[in-house]
């Protein structure tokens, strides 16, 4: 019988509905790095605007670049855009993933005191 000192566990709806409005905040940090990685590829490297969304939205999803890159300012640009996208996918992912960690924290949490009772 579950403790009723203990808050309930959350019903996965509601982890659902709770990944879905930190998608919807987090929605501008990534539209803002994708537009970023556009920016570099069309400017940059002279890629037409679909080869520049395809190449940085896929450093964006955790890929590689589509084209190969011909420039040096290109690649220097294009290489710290890939670290930063990098580092905005395991921000994206760890934050989108919070209430998942903390519902199955709440499913398998164990008291303190009914462990040490056994020990003794």
């Given at each position: 019988m579950p403790d009723p000192a203990l808050p309930?566990?959350?019903h996965p709806w509601v982890v659902a509905r709770h990944?879905?409005?930190r998608a919807w905040t987090l929605l501008?940090?990534?539209l803002g790095t994708l537009a970023l990685g556009m920016s570099i590829y069309h400017w940059v490297e002279e890629l037409p605007w679909p080869d520049s969304f395809l190449n940085a939205a896929m450093l964006l999803g955790g890929m590689g670049p589509v084209n190969q890159l011909h420039t040096t300012a290109g690649k220097w640009l294009a290489g710290g855009?890939?670290?930063?996208?990098?580092?905005?996918?395991i921000v994206l992912a760890?934050?989108?993933?919070?209430?998942v960690v903390h519902a199955v924290?709440?499913?398998f949490h164990l008291e303190g005191?009914?462990?040490s009772?056994?020990?003794t």
């Open positions: 309930p566990i959350p990944m879905a409005l501008p940090l990534a855009y890939a670290i930063f996208a990098g580092l905005v996918f760890g934050i989108m993933l919070g209430p924290l709440h499913r005191g009914a462990r009772s056994d020990t």
